[in-house]
């Protein structure tokens, strides 16, 4: 491997601890957030660091404002609620067109990754309900499976990051974890019916329900 694509791969992983951090609320919504932070908290230099903080920045992840610095965005109500109605339409369609598409493959995987997530710790304590991201992500994995390479782009790029946060936070309410598992379990078992339907109704429950138990967002609510 070139020193180039080592560099590149390594602030990709830096990245993704940055995002991981962002997503649990380690880094808390509308806190400051510097390299030297990242830094400190990866046990990295300040290279990776500085380039994890533009990637978060290009991502929406991180807001900067003059001769204050970088924020970890902050949504107001109203801008949850227009995230949502966003992600209701867009999940709905790619598992909609996941349960006419889906290979035996992408099923099999899914199913891994419940299994999976069903056992770790957080999860079996009722706690809350992270998942890493990409291809251990199960709504990543439908959107995949959609293939639509559009609808795809859209939920695996464009909002993807963002929309981690709000799962992640609606998981931390009390009960909800396990209900989260067992509505994803319900959307797993009408793409193994090949039944777009009852897909698309399965995934337009859960993120309904995960909109119910986002709790307090902002000052400003």
């Known amino acids: 491997m070139s020193s180039t694509v080592y560099r590149q791969t390594f602030a990709s992983q830096v990245f993704d601890m940055a995002v991981d ?32 903080l533009l990637r978060l920045g290009e991502k929406g992840l991180v807001t900067r404002t003059p001769h204050v610095g970088a924020r970890v965005i902050e949504f107001s109500r109203e801008d949850l ?4 109605e966003i992600r209701e339409a867009l999940e709905g369609m ?12 992408e099923l099999a995987h899914l199913e891994a ?13 009722g706690k809350s309900y992270f998942q890493r991201g990409g291809d251990e992500d199960f709504h990543f994995g439908i959107a995949r499976a959609s293939g639509n390479i559009r609808l795809e782009r859209h939920l695996c790029d464009d909002l993807y990051h963002l929309l981690r946060i709000y799962r992640f936070r609606s998981s931390t309410r009390s009960g909800r974890a396990r209900q989260a598992l067992s509505e994803h379990q319900a959307i797993l078992a009408a793409l193994k019916e090949r039944n777009p339907d009852k897909a698309e109704a399965a995934m337009r429950h859960h993120i309904q329900q995960s909109k119910l138990n986002i709790g307090p967002v902002t000052s400003n609510s």
């Open 113 to 125: 990754a419940l299994e999976s997530h069903s056992a770790t710790p957080d999860l079996v304590s």
């Open 21 to 52: 951090a962002i997503v649990r609320g380690d880094f808390p919504a509308g806190s400051s957030i510097s390299e030297a932070e990242i830094a400190t908290r990866f046990g990295v230099s300040r290279a990776p660091a500085r380039e994890a």
């Open 94 to 105: 790619a598992c909609r067109l996941a349960a006419e598409r889906i290979t035996h493959h």
């Open 81 to 84: 609620v227009e995230l949502f």
